[in-house]
């Protein structure tokens, strides 16, 4: 008998025994192509020498201290590296242990902002239906998971209401362009402003890529200045999630900078430390900044393991690889070989319906019917069927899904590591259709 707790009470997972590079071992001896990185998180890969080393080296001088005392050597390099060129504005960088920390650090620090400049009214948070800020109460609060959020729904912070996602495959009519779609979207968006009260939204806060809830969905051109328009004419902030998308992803260091704008907050994870530690964090603006400076002077939100040293280490070291191995650029080019190779090995498959991403970032909406886009029957859980399928073949893809307005959307979401060579990526995409034509094979047929 297990005694270990993980999420699904009945899954019990392989135990993994050893991974370098895309392969993950485990006790039997299989080996397995990690296709997503775990959930978007391994971008060099396992087992990098210059990280382990800088782990190592950490642990041996400095494992642990807390910052009311110090902090570790690695630790100002780190937000250095990340901020020292004030990418879009942002000038300093905080740092906790996961993606849901940073989250709940960015709204509280959006909520102190506008304490100190005197507008005590501003508590509000507009999220997206379909957006997933973490699973801490008010990071999942934030965001708008319909299927992860209604659980919890009595004991979430009260403040936040949601919006329409940018999801064009669903949720764009017929009958308008992309321009009058983001119109749509924005209006929407105001709309909810003037519902809350402008003076009362404290700030806005999306994904620039849908990771989790949409499979990989960008947002259309000229959403994002649209959405940046309106909170600066409010006075609301702007706090970006590139927890999954960023630091590299999508082919940009920041997914943002695909967008045009900037945002006063952003939130990073997954890729800072790329599973080597535990770590997030939140990249702020210089006028933020100022503006607590000029008033209390202090973050009131603090961590036992904030600026974790070993943690730090192994991010610093992380994206100096990023940077020396000009990997971003690498994101890039063998980004454009997945997308080529994902449309057309499976853009005429009957069940996949949509295939988008960016860069090192793509999924696959699964739906039963791909002229109707009727999606699987929730009970099908088509997302995780094909998980199984394709982990039995060899590879690791990321099941994802949500349910919007009664229609539940399956994906599948890869991620490989930046390192992934052109080799790699062939085996993914073919591994992922013939994983996706098993889960179809072995799926029930419909009772006469
Ligand atoms: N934001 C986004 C966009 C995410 O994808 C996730 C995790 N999937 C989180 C926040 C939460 O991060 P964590 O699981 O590290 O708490």
Known sequence: MSRLLLRNFRERPDVAVSASGLRIRS???????????????????????????????????????????????????????LVGHEPGGLTHAYFVSSGSEGVEAALKLARQYALETGQPRREHVI???????????????????????????????????HVSPCYPYREQRTDEDAAAYVQRLANELEAEFQRVGPDRVMAFIAEPVVGATLGCQPALPGYFRAVREICDRHGALLILDEVMCGLGRTGTLHAWEQEGVAPDIQVIAKGLGGGYQPIGGILVAGRIIAAIEAGSGLHRHGHTYAAHPVACAAALAVQQVIRDENLVEQVAIRGRQLEQALKRRLGQHPHVG?????????????????????????????????????????LACYPVGGTIDGVRGDHVLLAPPYIAT??????IVELMAAGIDDAVRALPRPSK
């Open 127 to 161: 999220g997206r239906r379909q957006s997933y800020h973490g699973n801490t109460l008010g990071a999942l609060g934030a965001g708008g998971n319909q299927v992860r959020r209604p659980p919890y729904a009595p004991i979430l912070p009260g403040a936040s209401s």
């Open 422 to 427: 052109e080799a790699d990526i062939e085996a």
């Open 27 to 81: 006790a039997d001896g299989r080996e397995v192509i990690d296709g997503s990185g775990g959930a978007a998180v391994a971008c060099l890969g396992h087992a990098h020498p210059v990280v382990l080393e800088a782990i190592r080296k950490q642990i041996e001088t400095v494992c642990y201290v807390h910052t009311g005392f110090y902090v570790g050597e690695p630790v100002e390099a780190l937000a250095e590296q």
């Open 354 to 394: 949509d295939i988008r991403g960016r860069g090192l970032f793509w999924a696959m909406e699964l739906v039963e019917d791909r002229e109707t886009k009727r999606p699987f029957a929730p009970g099908i859980g088509m997302n995780g069927r094909v998980k199984l399928a394709t982990f039995a073949r060899g």
